[in-house]
């Protein structure tokens, strides 16, 4: 059994050390200029050596330090050999003492890394616009694939410790701009965990995450918000960027058709829309005319792939839509655009919608031309009545075609929270439609 273990073991560690030579990593050019340069180095310091043996007199010993008494080409393939395992010995030692003080102890070795590194580089452009826990999560299995994301994140939160920094900081709201931090961090576990750590007591303090509270003092260093996730981003390691749709101060406003036909009612901010029962008409922003953010726009037209999603249809992702310019730039990006579904309905938003009914509501609010992929789940058979819901989760949405864009539907539920995707499982779908569609469906 040790034997095994012993064998598994170096059999991993041989197959990792010929990962240096795999092709786009960087390094193969830079060695052979090395050995090179070793070799030219080297014939210098030979013609000195001949030119020295051959002018002066020497003691007799050097016919034996010299290995004369060796027939020149064993003499040649046997110095060779040495000066290889010198060169190759010097490498390793040297690596291990300059990426000592980066590397922390029992982490995958080095050559992993820059392998994963060079793989994500080389991965497609993807924008992903949205809010809430949902883009978060896509962000998280993103990541794995590709260092090549752009966030764009909703700025009409106002409740809890968002809504409380905005109305006393003046700040946009940094709740979901924590969470994509979060997600995208290199060290995303212990980031998480402080980020997402909220305080249970003190005066001013109670309600407040901390990750909130970083983002909002950063703001202040720095001396504006988009300064403050940069350089967030920065510190923390993100793969990626994260933007705000737009840096104006928004409210979200919507309109709910009533019980009694004909009637509705109008309700201000987006924590309060879902808790005001009856179903929504249409939402809005306040005020109307609001300028986008420029690097959110020059990330949409410069996207290969565009996730819309997923996320609360009105709250997280609509109100991205409803920033001036956004959903045309959407519309007249030539990258693959994807509508990622909710695994289930949410109570105050869309009760009883179909999947189709979401691409729908898209279109009637920002227009046509926004979605050519609906990424749905067809995982069906949970009975989330059985599980221990957060209240506000309805059923499982049902994996309906939409008129004018292509349906495909896989598996992406969390199986531990059934309501939820899986970061991992979407992430991989996500790819796989692009790796597939993306120069069709995106150029048409």
Not at 356 to 382: S, Y
């Amino acid at each position: 059994m040790i034997s095994k273990n012993v064998h598994s073991k170096s059999d991993r560690t041989f197959a990792s050390a010929w990962k240096w030579l795999v092709p786009g990593l960087g390094v193969k050019r830079w060695l052979v200029l090395l050995l090179f340069g070793i070799t030219l180095l080297a014939l210098g310091v030979a013609y000195l050596l001949v030119n020295f043996y051959r002018e002066q007199a020497v003691p007799p010993v050097f016919y034996y330090i010299t290995l004369q008494f060796i027939p020149r080409m064993a003499r040649a393939a046997l110095v060779g050999a040495l000066g290889v395992g010198a060169v190759v010995l010097a490498l390793v030692q040297l690596s291990r003492s300059l990426l000592a003080p980066f590397v922390r102890p029992g982490s995958e070795p080095v050559v992993e890394t820059v392998y994963r590194h060079r793989q994500r580089e080389r991965g497609p452009k993807v924008v992903a616009i949205g809010g809430g826990t949902g883009l978060s999560t896509l962000l998280r299995g993103l990541k794995e694939f590709t260092s090549n994301i752009t966030a764009i994140v909703t700025v009409a939160d106002d409740g809890g410790s968002s809504g409380r920094l905005r109305r006393e900081l003046g700040v946009l709201p940094p709740g979901d701009f924590r969470n994509c931090i979060a997600a995208l961090a290199d060290s995303e576990a212990l980031t998480t965990q402080l980020f997402q750590y909220r305080f249970n007591t003190g005066q001013g303090l109670e309600g407040h995450s901390f990750g909130n509270l970083f983002i909002a003092a950063m703001a202040g260093v720095t001396g504006s918000f988009e300064s403050a996730l940069a350089e967030s981003s920065r510190v923390l390691a993100v793969q990626g960027r994260i933007v705000p749709s737009t840096l104006q101060d928004v409210t979200l406003m919507a309109d709910l058709r009533e019980e009694m036909p004909g009637q509705l009612s109008r309700v201000t901010g987006e924590s309060s829309i879902t808790k005001s029962g009856g179903s929504i008409e249409r939402v809005y922003l306040e005020p109307g005319d609001v300028r986008p953010y420029p690097e959110a726009v020059r990330a949409i037209l410069d996207a290969d792939l565009l996730v819309l999603g997923p996320g609360s249809l009105y709250t997280s992702i609509m109100p991205n839509l409803l920033v001036r310019d956004i959903a045309q730039a959407v519309c007249s990006s030539r990258a693959l655009k994807v509508y990622v579904c909710n695994v289930a309905t949410q109570h105050g938003e869309t009760d009883h919608y179909s999947a189709a009914d979401h691409v729908t509501a898209i279109e009637r609010h920002a227009g046509p031309g926004l979605v050519n992929v609906l990424l749905a789940n067809d995982r069906l058979g949970v009975d989330l009545r059985k599980v221990d819901m957060p209240s506000g989760v309805g059923e499982l949405v049902q994996p309906s075609s939409s008129q004018g864009s292509r349906l495909v539907a896989a598996d992406l539920i969390d199986v531990e929270y059934p309501w939820r995707h899986d970061s991992h499982k979407l992430a991989q779908a996500v790819i796989d439609v692009y790796a597939q569609l993306g120069g069709r469906v995106g150029a048409s």
